[in-house]
């Protein structure tokens, strides 16, 4: 649906992550899990995702021109599955490996998140902002928060 920046604005950031969803992107999403759960696959797809939305909003329907039964027909009733990832550790992303490497030895999570700050692309910077995370707080945090004292996850390096 069409809501104003005003309507976002009232959301409650501690709020549930679906709230600003309208009623009908809620219902799409819970016909394309269980629509997904039936074919037994682990995690929604694009194409599932689609064919949920086109049952749920007939004005989608109308404006597309679109319908389930063409998507279908078009994609041979076949949607891809998506493979299971691979056993083992993830290898992290360049710019988590950088992030990483940059921590000193014995780094605690404040550590992390501070870095992350100081390095913040645009989009992830705004995330921080708007939930005032700031490098204060993280400093203020540090008399107040401590890692759990049990030994971290193995690392990757």
Same mark, same amino acid.
């Given at each position: 649906s069409a809501e104003s920046a005003e309507d976002l604005s009232r959301l409650d950031p501690e709020g549930h992550l679906f709230q600003g969803f309208s009623v009908t992107a809620k219902r799409s999403l819970v016909r394309a899990c269980r629509s997904a759960h039936n074919r037994q696959e682990r995690s929604i797809t694009s194409m599932g995702l689609?064919?949920?939305?086109?049952?749920?909003? +007939? #004005?989608?329907?109308?404006?597309? &021109?679109?319908? +389930? &039964?063409?998507? $279908?027909? #078009?994609? &041979?009733?076949?949607? @891809? +599955? %998506?493979?299971?990832?691979?056993?083992?550790?993830?290898?992290?992303? +360049?710019?988590?490996?950088? @992030?990483? %490497? $940059?921590?000193?030895?014995?780094?605690?999570?404040?550590?992390?998140?501070?870095?992350?700050?100081? &390095?913040?692309?645009?989009? @992830?910077?705004?995330?921080?902002?708007?939930? $005032?995370?700031?490098?204060?707080? %993280?400093?203020r945090a540090r008399g107040a928060f401590r890692d759990p004292p049990e030994a971290p996850p193995e690392s990757v390096y």
């Open positions: 689609l064919l949920a939305t086109l049952e749920e909003d +007939p #004005a989608l329907r109308t404006s597309s &021109g679109w319908s +389930p &039964g063409k998507i $279908r027909s #078009a994609a &041979g009733g076949q949607t @891809l +599955p %998506v493979p299971d990832p691979p056993d083992g550790p993830l290898t992290p992303s +360049p710019a988590l490996a950088a @992030l990483l %490497v $940059r921590l000193p030895s014995g780094a605690d999570s404040l550590d992390f998140l501070a870095a992350s700050l100081a &390095g913040a692309e645009a989009e @992830l910077a705004a995330c921080f902002s708007r939930h $005032r995370i700031t490098p204060d707080l %993280v400093e």
